[in-house]
Nanobody
Framework: QVQLVESGGGLVQAGGSLRLSCTAS????????MGWFRQAPGKEREFVAAISPGGKSTYYTDSVKGRFTISRDNGKNTEYLQMNSLKPEDTAVYYC????????????????WGKGTLVTVSS
């Protein structure tokens, strides 16, 4: 069983930056594909980014390309999401995800989820 704990959310003005962190329990973190999803009020869950177990491959949804960067530190069992040039439409609860297989953009069938951290971007 893997527990995921997100941190780093908060309130920021448009154009600002935040860095989210997700720390995993256990020793299997290096073997998991990690990702971030988000869910805005009244909207469906949306894939944001994913990173391969070794960190060499990254994937982003089009709306965050060039603004967000996903990374991981396997020695610290932690993944990160650096979010720059934030926009009001980035406001959402951000969820960390861990999967033994590549992360599906639908989010269906993912092995483990964090409880989420709220990001609010004011205009």
């Amino acid at each position: 069983q893997v527990q995921l704990v997100e941190s780093g959310g908060g309130l920021v003005q448009a154009g600002g930056s935040l860095r989210l962190s997700c720390t995993a329990s256990g020793r299997t973190f290096p073997f998991y594909t990690m990702g971030w999803f988000r869910q805005a009020p009244g909207k469906e869950r949306e894939f944001v980014a994913a990173i391969s177990p070794g960190g060499k491959s990254t994937y982003y949804t089009d709306s965050v390309k060039g603004r967000f960067t996903i990374s991981r530190d396997n020695g610290k069992n932690t993944e990160y999401l650096q979010m720059n040039s934030l926009k009001p439409e980035d406001t959402a609860v951000y969820y960390c995800a861990a999967n033994r297989k590549p992360i599906p953009s639908s989010g269906n069938g993912i092995d483990y989820w964090g409880k989420g951290t709220l990001v609010t971007v004011s205009s």
